[in-house]
T-cell receptor, first 112, second 115 residues
Framework: GDSVTQMEGPVTLSEEAFLTINCTYT??????LFWYVQYPGEGLQLLLK?????DKGSNKGFEATYRKETTSFHLEKGSVQVSDSAVYFCALSDPPSDKLIFGTGTRLQVFP | DADVTQTPRNRITKTGKRIMLECSQT?????MYWYRQDPGLGLRLIYYSFDVKDINKGEISDGYSVSRQAQAKFSLSLESAIPNQTALYFC??????????????FGPGTRLTVL
């Protein structure tokens, strides 16, 4: 079945460092791909999404490109801030139910 | 006001008790979902509902039941709670009529502890 694999955390960075969180997927169809973020004590919020191959999702300085040839959707940010500390989840949708299949999450800790 | 609300936000109960977690939404979405989050396991789907009369089991439905009382309300019940149901539970919604209807919107979560 469909699945998502993302790098284990925690990822610990200093402020203004470059961030990459790896995500790869397995899918039989043509899913949409998502990054959700969970700030401490809160629910998940959509960070960005891409719906087809070569699409780039972007939001709040974060980017991810839907790479069908490598089945990847890596999250990047050029300069992280302390406020970016959170847990990041990669996910894919499973049409036609639109069920989301999540990775296990990666905790990011950014220090001043 | 939040678009997706969950009550209670925290609950501690004992083994064998019946528990109901409630979810309400003001987004007007037709689809609703229940997930549980466990450390190191991400989120796993318990049940989902396309509309009031369409309810489907997810990946881990054993030990749970649901009720879709109205388009805006979707409740999750644990008929006889057990300690391994201790987790963070999330409700989510999506709009099948949206251009990209697979985006889901999450509530703040309910932290359930079963002693």
């Amino acid at each position: 079945g469909d699945s998502v694999t993302q790098m284990e955390g925690p990822v610990t960075l200093s402020e203004e460092a470059f961030l990459t969180i790896n995500c790869t997927y397995t899918a039989t169809g043509y899913p949409s791909l998502f990054w959700y973020v969970q700030y401490p004590g809160e629910g998940l919020q959509l960070l960005l999404k891409a719906t087809k191959a070569d699409d780039k999702g972007s939001n709040k300085g974060f980017e991810a490109t839907y790479r069908k040839e490598t089945t990847s959707f890596h999250l990047e940010k050029g300069s992280v801030q302390v406020s970016d500390s959170a847990v990041y989840f990669c996910a894919l949708s499973d049409p036609p139910s639109d069920k989301l299949i999540f990775g296990t999450g990666t905790r990011l800790q950014v220090f001043p | 006001d939040a678009d997706v609300t969950q009550t209670p936000r925290n609950r501690i109960t004992k083994t064998g008790k019946r528990i109901m977690l409630e979810c309400s939404q003001t987004k007007g979405h037709d689809r609703m979902y229940w997930y549980r989050q466990d450390p190191g396991l991400g989120l796993r789907l318990i049940y989902y509902s396309f509309d009031v009369k369409d309810i489907n089991k997810g990946e881990i439905s054993d030990g749970y039941s649901v009720s879709r009382q109205a388009q805006a309300k979707f409740s999750l019940s644990l008929e006889s709670a057990i300690p391994n149901q201790t987790a963070l539970y999330f409700c989510a919604t999506s709009d099948s009529l949206a251009s990209f209807g697979d985006t889901q919107y999450f509530g703040p979560g309910t932290r359930l502890t079963v002693l």
